[in-house]
């Protein structure tokens, strides 16, 4: 056993080796810097912060061990606004949903694209024609021959009229008016043959598929029914006549529903042409 020697200042009681120690009244007491309380800032000195789960036992909140949370947690996006509603501040982009259920910014829709871009990028936009001049069928009998776009029943989409164009290849040989025609969704469905027809989308190389049928010539459940006029042509005489072709826009304006079917007809007189129309399948 080693023995501490004796100090001058009396501080070591050498015969007992031990330290004398002069114990007053008062207390003692510390504190952990790394301890925070309730609802209070997270101490500086504190490396993580913790809880105490269901043995007793202290956790550090990680990725691994997640604080545990009970009840219900409600928040809201101030980024996202109302319908109707003034765009909220935190938007960083204003934007609807297209054809196709997608959410397009505002930029892609605005005047600064092309009006139907957005459709036809989408796959959403169609057209047909006549691939070889076609006699237009007259007003009031059921074997037509011209440009018809049949909707199938069933087929879940509805076709949004575009823009209709026609131009006649021969003289005319009197006064006559193109205008598309309709047949109701009650009505049976037309028997179809595609003749000088065909059917694209206009998004070229795509590969995007209508539902929609199209034909050059068809057998009616019934005459047509006059849906809007394109245009009149009035006749001179068979060697004075001006060039004529016509492109209505219909932008919308005109929704075939599932069952129906346009087309293009004739009335007064008989002629012959090429037809085109467009149109975007949105769903019901």
Known sequence: MAFVPDRTDG????????????????GAGGNNPAAGATGSPVPAQADYTAFKDGSGNLIGVSAANPLPITGSISASNPSVGTAGAAAPASATEIGSIDGSGNLQGASVISELNARYYLNAYAGNMFAAMNTAAQAV????????TGLIVYNPGGSGKNLALLEAIFAPTIVAAGVYAMLLFSQPIALAPPALTAGNSALISTNLNSGASSVAKVAASCTLAANPVFLRPLYGFGWITAVAQNAIGLKDELAGGIIVPPGSAVGFVALTTAITGLAYLSWAELPL
């Open 11 to 26: 501080c070591i009681d050498t015969g007992n080796q031990a330290l004398r120690v002069n114990v007053v009244a008062g």
């Open 137 to 144: 069928a007259l007003t009031g009998q059921t074997t037509y």
